[in-house]
């Protein structure tokens, strides 16, 4: 199937809310999609939108998440699970995309994000390449994610361990190893985009407003089998004590309140948003604030030349030594040329406002 001769279609605002008006669906979080849903969005599932607290003054909240305030979303389809490999692997075989890191990285590029005066890397660096968890054997400093994280030659999404490993049997895990470019190109392909980080906190939270997560406020319990996060030593040893070490197959715990699956744990997810650790302080105090789409540019104090992508979610790494990553309002910067073992993306279709 070439791009172009799928079938889905990107509705506008009016479509949606005139078929709201009818009473033919829509309700907020309805996993059974109704007729309606199902002509504009096959499979995808309506939230509503509304006002939330964006955000969290939690213990856990790092300062990139303060302070919270007040945000409205308009509604939007989602996806109610992260892209699959079975899905991701559609969209190769209909278009031949390539991905990020299946590709030479471009020096160019590369060194545009440097400070100045770097030296250039070694060409046998600039291989197709992508990001690798490789625990330690012992015990490591937190404050250095080098110690956990390799580039492996090799390395992308049908083999997200590098070489020698594969997605066989794993055609319902979601997609990994896939830049902010890839997350893109498929979104695009399908007729949706990427979720703005506003439409994404607010699916996530499914109806729980200012809550620490995305069941409550209840602290993750190890044996409590909400999300897929780690258990045991970070980052040495992963028990796997809630059913998986590494990835899980979607739909493997519960949904969240609008129906939506892994919005906590699992995978970190692909936003629309560039990232600055201030744009919550930037944008606050003025009210209430609308379909925020993020800042115009990024800014990343430990890479500041660098452009950074808002992910959010956490994934199967997260625990509380380290990140706390699967409360709604945690959000970390991603470099959009580098896909990681443990971020993939889900897509919305919403009115045109939303780009
Ligand atoms: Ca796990």
Same mark, same amino acid.
């Given at each position: 199937m070439k791009k172009g001769t799928r079938t889905f279609k990107t509705p506008t605002l009016s479509t949606i809310l005139l078929l709201c008006a009818l009473g033919t669906g829509c309700s907020v979080g309805? %996993?059974?999609?109704?007729p309606a849903q199902e002509m504009i969005a096959p499979g995808m599932i309506w939230v509503s939108g509304g006002e939330f607290t964006m955000g969290s003054d939690d213990p856990l909240a790092r300062p990139r998440e303060r302070p919270p305030h007040r945000v409205k979303v308009n509604g939007f389809f989602m996806d109610p699970t992260p892209v699959t490999n079975a899905q991701?692997? %559609?969209?190769? =075989?209909?278009?031949?995309?390539?991905?990020? $890191? =299946? #590709?030479?990285?471009?020096?160019? =590029?590369?060194? #545009?994000?440097?400070? /100045?005066g770097t030296p250039e890397p070694d060409p046998e660096m600039l291989a197709p390449a992508s990001v690798v968890f490789t625990?330690?054997?012992?015990?490591?400093?937190l404050d250095d994610h080098f110690r956990w994280w390799s580039y492996v030659k090799g390395a992308d999404w049908r083999h997200p361990g590098g070489p020698g490993s594969s997605i066989e049997g794993k055609s319902d895990h979601p997609v990994v190893q896939v830049s902010w470019y890839d997350a893109t190109a498929y979104a695009e392909w399908a007729g949706k985009r990427l979720p703005t980080e506003a439409e994404w906190e607010f699916a996530a939270r499914g109806g729980l407003d200012g809550k620490v997560n995305v069941w409550g406020d209840e602290p993750l319990a190890e044996d409590a089998g909400r999300v897929n996060t780690w258990q045991g030593s970070f980052p040495n040893e992963d028990l796997?004590?809630?059913g998986y070490s590494g990835t899980s197959p979607v739909r493997s715990f519960q949904p969240n309140g609008y129906g939506l699956y892994d919005m906590a744990g699992n995978v970190w997810e692909w936003c629309l948003d560039h990232y600055r650790p201030d744009?919550?302080?930037?944008?606050a105090g003025g009210g209430l604030v609308v379909d925020p789409k @993020?800042?115009?540019? !990024?800014?990343?104090?430990?890479e500041s030349f660098a452009e950074k992508r808002v992910q959010k979610g956490g994934s199967y790494l997260c625990n509380d030594s380290y990140c !706390?990553?699967?409360? /709604? !309002? $945690?959000? =970390?910067?991603?470099?959009?040329?580098?896909?990681?073992?443990?971020?993939?993306?889900?897509?919305?279709?919403?009115?045109? !406002? @939303? @780009?």
């Open positions: 309805d %996993e059974a999609a109704t991701f692997g %559609e969209f190769v =075989e209909a278009t031949g995309y390539v991905t990020t $890191a =299946e #590709k030479p990285a471009d020096l160019a =590029e590369i060194m #545009k994000q440097a400070p /100045p625990p330690p054997a012992g015990r490591v400093p796997g004590h809630d744009a919550y302080a930037q944008r @993020g800042p115009s540019s !990024s800014f990343d104090p430990r !706390s990553g699967y409360r /709604p !309002s $945690a959000r =970390e910067p991603g470099s959009p040329d580098t896909g990681t073992g443990h971020t993939g993306f889900r897509c919305v279709m919403a009115s045109s !406002s @939303g @780009g």
